[in-house]
């Protein structure tokens, strides 16, 4: 069975399954850095808006042997477990008195998203690109968000400006800016994995040692939701304020779409060695969608500016 057989039985499954009047759709989604996933909808009568499943597990489930029936019931249980969860109102989507604050952005790779950029407002930083979104929901329950395209700006009677002012004052505001130490970082590790306590003796005396004795110290930044926290550098004296606290220069790796991580300037820091390690960890650590970037940024601190090195 190929993926095109797959959409269509499993269409006519779910629609055995579902009353007469429910719409189901298949549709192609964009996703960060050129990524096209297949999703499915499912919308019955009187409903305005559904969520997307992405269909690319399921498939591989069926290429395994799952019955598609089985595929069927999990993907209706997620896509109304979804609708629960996440509480969404068209009317007031469109009024931006109320969307306005909850318009935040991120940071994306410029090049790899060209095809994407055409379509939805931004502006260029280096070789990334700032992009706006709608935070639906953020809680215990998950994050829920909606990608700003250029129809929702004649939506709202807005431009890519206020777009910018709605973001830089809600971003910070929303998602909290968290900023931890590399030994900071192990010891969170450890915590979660819950170690036994010989493990725990180890891992606490590494981590002390790593931060104690390193000559290139590293600290980690991003959100408290651990979501698109690579923004965080934007945020208003964010980059002014870790500089005055290192007293230095700094470099800026793009760890991911969701952090950075800062490292202060000193005769031991090389930057031909911060462009490798980038990269490497890039190729070899980091998701496709995730990435954002194989260069490395210089904050001067003398001058408040961001230089990019590659």
């Not at 579902?18 to 009568?45: A, C, D, Q, Y």
């Not at 477990?81 to 931006?96: A, L, S, T, W």
């Not at 926290?229 to 208003?236: R, T």
């Amino acid at each position: 069975m190929d993926f095109n057989e797959f959409k269509d039985e499993l269409v006519e499954v779910i629609k055995g399954k579902t009353e007469e009047n429910t719409s189901i759709t298949i549709h192609t989604v964009n996703k960060n850095n050129g990524i096209i996933l297949n999703g499915v909808v499912i919308m019955r009568e009187a409903e305005c808006i559904s969520p997307t499943i992405y269909l690319e597990p399921f498939f591989e489930m069926a290429r395994k042997g799952k019955d598609m029936y089985e595929i069927a019931d999990e993907i209706l249980a997620l896509s109304m477990d979804q609708k629960n969860k996440f509480y969404f109102d068209v009317d007031e989507f469109q009024d931006i008195s109320v969307t306005g604050k909850k318009i935040l952005y991120k940071l994306v790779n410029y090049d790899k998203n060209k095809e994407l950029l055409e379509n939805i407002p931004h502006r260029r930083w280096h070789d990334l690109a700032i992009v706006y979104y709608v935070l639906v929901s953020c809680d215990e329950l998950g994050t829920g968000t909606i990608l700003i395209r250029n129809e929702h700006l004649k939506l709202w009677n807005v431009g890519e400006q206020e777009l910018y002012a709605f973001a830089t004052e809600n971003t910070p505001r929303l998602l909290k800016k968290t900023i931890k130490t590399m030994a900071e970082i192990i010891l969170d590790f450890m915590d979660e994995r819950l170690m036994d306590s010989d493990e725990n003796e180890i891992t606490v005396k590494a981590a002390k040692e790593f931060g104690e004795n390193t000559p290139v110290k590293m600290y980690v930044m991003g959100n408290k939701v651990k979501l698109n926290g690579a923004c965080v550098i934007l945020y208003d004296r964010s980059m002014a304020s870790f500089a005055e606290y290192v007293d230095s220069d700094f470099y800026i790796l793009p760890s991911s779409i969701h952090e950075v991580i800062l490292v202060p300037a000193n005769e031991d820091v090389d930057e031909q060695s911060l462009l490798s390690l980038v990269r490497e960890v890039n190729e070899n650590n980091v998701t496709e969608e995730e990435w954002l970037s194989d260069n490395v940024y210089k904050y001067l601190r003398s001058e408040d500016s961001v230089e990019m090195i590659s």
